[in-house]
């Protein structure tokens, strides 16, 4: 029997195994940190092509496989949330040896921006690097931004201009403070739904989801790497464009009915589900109303290995 049906076999065993003690609470892991073994590929495609007896290449793979999972637990057990083994461990809040961890997580940082009625347009410009980034449901009338942060990544600085009538808002993380930990930052971001915004986003490992359905939005630039990205588009504003690129990324976008959109994508090893939209040609797609529509959102795709969903409604 060939080497290679062997370890693809193993290689789904373990697979299935994985989430079921996932499923079961045994262990914990997310997208992220499986993205982050993608190197793993490369090792295993050298081990596949060395001049060796099945058996050997077969032991070598299982080995890399092995020593790969143990090097992410012990980032784990340096304060580097990704793969655990124990999952009481995490529902109790990191306790024990990890005392510091929970109270810089439960500090939380608030950080805001007056609403000036003068203001029409807001751009953002956050530097997210690692966390889990949602918008929050309702903001006070008298703010033009809120923004609170959980977790040991480090503080933000809020720096903001004004333009005639668009304020220029930009979040980064502090030097020198910053902390690659994924499970380690949760931010819940506030805007004002009386003004248009654009947003330039540098995510990295981040995940980001944006319920902007309600909300005046011209521009959206998203630059991630080993990321998750869920956006659900309105259609508050004549024309909206929307620009992704991306690494080993998740993405899913959803755009209303009334809207007529276009997608223009350049991928590589990227899996693809367009719903409701027609192939114009090779990296080009339109819903069947493109045209007729009042409201149109333009999105462009520039992503490696990614999942890409796109769907109505």
Do not use: C
């Not at 940082?109 to 997210?128: G, H």
């Not at 690129?245 to 997608?263: L, N, R, W, Y």
């Amino acid at each position: 029997m060939s080497y290679k049906k062997i370890f693809w076999g193993v290689v789904l065993v373990l697979i299935g195994i994985m989430f079921i003690l996932k499923n079961v609470g045994i262990i914990y892991f997310d997208w992220v940190t499986l993205w982050r073994l993608w190197p793993l590929v490369l090792i295993l495609w050298g081990i596949s092509i060395i001049p060796a007896k099945d058996y050997l290449k077969l032991i070598f793979s299982v080995v890399a496989i092995v020593f790969a999972v143990i090097l992410v637990n012990r980032y784990d057990d340096s304060g580097y949330y990704h793969f655990r083994f124990d999952r009481k461990d995490r529902q109790r809040g990191w306790n024990d040896n990890r005392e510091s961890y929970q109270e810089s997580y439960d500090e939380g940082q608030p950080l805001s921006q007056p609403y000036d009625s003068a203001i029409q347009q807001a751009e953002l410009k956050l530097e997210a690097a690692a966390g889990e980034f949602k918008l929050a449901e309702d903001i006070d009338d008298n703010m033009l931004l809120t923004f609170y942060k959980q977790g040991s990544i480090g503080n933000y600085s809020m720096t903001s201009r004004d333009d005639s009538t668009k304020r220029y808002i930009q979040l980064n993380l502090q030097e020198g403070k910053i902390k690659m930990s994924n499970r380690g930052n949760r931010v819940k971001i506030g805007l004002n739904q009386r003004v248009s915004w654009d947003f330039d986003l540098d995510i990295g490992a981040s995940s980001i989801d944006f319920d902007l359905s309600k909300y005046k939005v011209g521009l959206i630039d998203i630059d991630g790497g080993a990321s998750s990205i869920d956006l659900k588009l309105g259609d508050q504003s004549p024309e909206t464009y929307l620009n992704i690129a991306a690494g080993a990324a998740s993405i899913s976008i959803k755009i209303p009915e009334t809207s007529g959109a276009e997608i223009k994508t350049e991928t590589a090893l990227s899996s693809r589900n367009f719903s409701g939209f027609n192939k114009i040609q090779n990296g080009l797609y339109r819903t069947p109303d493109f045209e007729k529509t009042t409201h149109k959102i333009y999105i462009e795709f520039d992503a490696a290995v990614s999942s890409l969903n796109v769907k109505r409604y």
